[in-house]
């Protein structure tokens, strides 16, 4: 059974922050991308950052210079080192996995496999 487990969130103040786990099982991901996306309050679902199988790296601007995303294949899993947190970063934060080209790293819709979640919460 394929399991993605994303944990570390919690509340934090604002400059503030948090390492997000996703720790995945089932299969083995090597070949995968892997991303994470967010879903705030009131708000779609929207991406954050994502790391190709060959480790190449992308970020939604909102993020770039405050957040790192890693994975380690040897031990499964994939983080989310989150720094300079800001209130509108209070969301849920899904962790995904998908064989996916390059260019629809973004999107959503191309993902296989999914977290439950783990909520993050800025306070100002």
């Known amino acids: 059974q394929v399991q993605l487990v994303e944990s570390g969130g919690g509340l934090v103040q604002s400059g503030g922050s948090l390492r997000l786990s996703c720790a995945t099982s089932?299969?083995?991901?090597?070949?995968?991308?892997l991303a994470w996306f967010r879903r705030a309050p009131g708000k779609e679902r929207e991406f954050v950052a994502a790391?190709?199988?060959?480790?190449?790296?992308d970020y939604e601007d909102f993020v770039k210079g405050r957040f790192i995303i890693s994975r380690d294949n040897a031990n499964n899993a994939m983080y989310l080192q989150m720094n300079n947190l800001k209130p509108e970063d209070t969301a849920v934060y899904y962790c995904?996995?998908?064989?996916?080209?390059?260019?629809?790293?973004?999107?959503?819709?191309?993902?296989?496999?999914w977290g439950q979640g783990t909520q993050v919460t800025v306070s100002s």
């Open positions: 790391v190709t199988s060959s480790s190449n790296t």
């Open positions: 089932g299969r083995t991901f090597s070949n995968y991308a």
């Open positions: 995904a996995a998908g064989r996916i080209w390059i260019g629809l790293i973004r999107s959503a819709s191309e993902y296989d496999y």
